[in-house]
């Protein structure tokens, strides 16, 4: 069984920078897609970014052009590179990991394993 643990938030002002880490344990880690979601206070969980075994990138439009999503197959590990961030980029970002068969990319019923989530905070 694969585990997520994700790292890397925390309180940042606006237009500043943040990389997010994601390492991943056990389970098919290289053939897996993975992707990054987030929730703000109050409101429902949404698509940030999600990244194929052979790095074929996908983006919400909100984030398109700021945050970078990459992985490291050799280090089972998938990072989010934020910048110019705002602070409606607040939110608890969560990495996960899906069979790349299965699901769509950009929507949560796509994967089926979870971190437990990193703050991140961005001040005007």
């Known amino acids: 069984q694969v585990t997520l643990v994700e790292s890397g938030g925390r309180l940042v002002q606006a237009g500043g920078s943040l990389r997010l880490c994601c390492a991943a344990?056990?389970?098919?880690?290289?053939?897996?897609?993975m992707g990054w979601f987030r929730q703000a206070s109050g409101k429902e969980r949404e698509f940030v970014a999600s990244?194929?075994?052979?790095?074929?990138?996908y983006y919400a439009d909100s984030v398109k052009g700021r945050l970078t999503i990459s992985r490291d197959n050799a280090k089972k590990t998938v990072y989010l590179q934020m910048n110019s961030l705002k602070p409606e980029d607040t939110a608890v970002y969560y990495c996960?990991?899906?069979?790349?068969?299965?699901?769509?990319?950009?929507?949560?019923?796509?994967?089926?394993?979870w971190g437990q989530g990193t703050q991140v905070t961005v001040s005007s």
């Open positions: 990244i194929t075994y052979n790095s074929i990138t």
């Open positions: 344990s056990g389970g098919t880690f290289s053939t897996d897609k």
């Open positions: 996960a990991a899906g069979h790349p068969m299965i699901g769509r990319h950009t929507e949560a019923a796509g994967y089926n394993r």
